[in-house]
């Protein structure tokens, strides 16, 4: 098992440049590739990214490019582009063949694949992994105890590389070997924290909200194991835990978005004023077109697409998820799932 020295990252937004300082924080050299020359010129100059992650001062050990040749011989990458961007970026770099680590979130337009299946394609000799978990970029820059799940396709024996680079005491990697469901918790979690926010902005309670994680996470569930993803991976840090993080506070731009989408604002408007992503807005419809084609219920995600199309407002989305009839709880394909 050869020792990892080398590690970048691919994306200088807030979950990037806060992995960057996580990494550096043991005095490793960090390389973050921005798509911005701004971005670059303050890493590089003020040790700062002013318009993702103004919030922290950056170490000095965190040096940025634009050139995309800079990182092809390193050993690991973290890809932490906005989910849409993956394809287009990860193209752009020349042949890579270490570890391949994506901390995006979201499901590509057009062609319904997860990270995971997009770059595989554009970087087909690198060893991919998952990292996802419940984690606001602003507290693992500032060094808050944060857990994820990191989901290896190499197995253990990459397991082990990748922890001894990443874990820190306040930064806990868990193993796990599903990157489906890696994958799905955090794409489909950003939906259902868009459902939170418009109970949020709609004034209609914590009992709503919690009913609704609950629910959601069933959606999430339903998804998942027809998508062959564990069950046991969805109820973990990545899929239940990110769910629990994302739809409870208004740290969250999913969750923030649907505050302002349940206090009446125009969906259109709030989507192209925006310089920072809000992926659950992008991975509805796929989700919504994925679920419909494999004939999987989806109501809550189903509710959000309309609303983000302008098809309903935020009350006729929560009535018409009010009226839907009453049914057992637990469908007899998640009880009947193998222990
Ligand atoms: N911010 C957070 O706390 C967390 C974010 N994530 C995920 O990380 C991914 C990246 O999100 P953030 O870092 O928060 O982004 P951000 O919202 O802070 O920044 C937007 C990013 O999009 C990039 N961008 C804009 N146009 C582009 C283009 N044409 N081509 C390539 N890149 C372009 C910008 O350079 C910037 O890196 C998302 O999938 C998100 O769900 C995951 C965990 C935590
Ligand atoms: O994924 C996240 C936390 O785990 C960040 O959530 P938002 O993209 O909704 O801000």
């Given amino acids: ?49 002013a318009t ?93 105890p944060t857990a994820v799940t990191l989901a290896c396709e190499g197995g253990e024996e990459q397991w082990e590389r990748l922890s001894e680079a990443v874990a820190r005491t306040e930064f806990r990697p868990y193993y796990s070997d599903d990157i489906v469901g890696a994958e799905i918790g955090g794409s489909v979690k950003n939906v259902l924290a868009i459902a939170c926010g418009v109970v949020d902005g709609m004034e209609l309670g914590q009992n709503a909200r919690a009913s609704l994680i609950a629910r ?6 339903r998804f998942g194991l027809a998508r062959g993803a564990q069950a ?4 973990g840090l990545c899929g239940l835990g990110d769910l629990v993080l994302t739809c409870s506070s208004t740290s969250s731009r999913n969750f923030s ?41 989806m109501p809550i995600t189903g509710a959000v697409c309309a609303l983000l199309e302008g098809k309903v407002t935020a009350s006729q989305m929560v009535d018409a998820l009010l009226a839907r009839p009453l049914k057992q709880e637990v469908p007899e394909e998640i009880s009947e799932q193998p222990r």
């Fill in 216 to 221: 959601g996470f069933a959606e999430m569930l």
């Fill in 257 to 297: 978005l649907g505050t302002a989408l349940g206090q009446g604002e125009d969906p259109v408007g709030l989507m192209a004023n925006r310089r920072t992503v809000a992926e659950g807005a992008h991975t509805a419809p796929v989700l919504q077109g994925i679920a419909h084609d494999m004939g999987i219920e």
């Fill in 52 to 144: 993702y992650l103004p919030s922290a001062h950056l170490s000095e050990k965190i040096r940025a490019s634009s050139d995309l040749a800079d990182f092809a011989n390193l050993d690991v990458l973290l890809a932490v582009t906005p989910a849409q961007h993956l394809d287009r970026v990860m193209s752009g770099l020349p042949q890579f063949s270490g570890d391949l680590v994506l901390c995006c979130k979201g499901i590509e337009k057009g062609t319904n694949r997860l990270m995971a299946e997009v770059a595989r394609d554009a970087c087909p000799n690198a060893t991919l992994a998952v990292l996802s978990g419940p984690t606001f970029a602003h507290e693992v820059a500032a060094g808050l």
């Fill in 1 to 49: 098992m050869s020792k990892i020295s080398t590690v970048g990252v691919i994306g200088a937004g807030a979950w990037g440049t806060a992995l960057a300082q996580m990494l550096a924080s043991d005095g490793r050299d960090v390389l973050i590739w921005a798509f911005e020359e701004d971005v670059v010129t303050g890493i590089n100059d003020e040790h700062r990214n």
């Fill in 232 to 235: 046991e991976t969805l109820s």
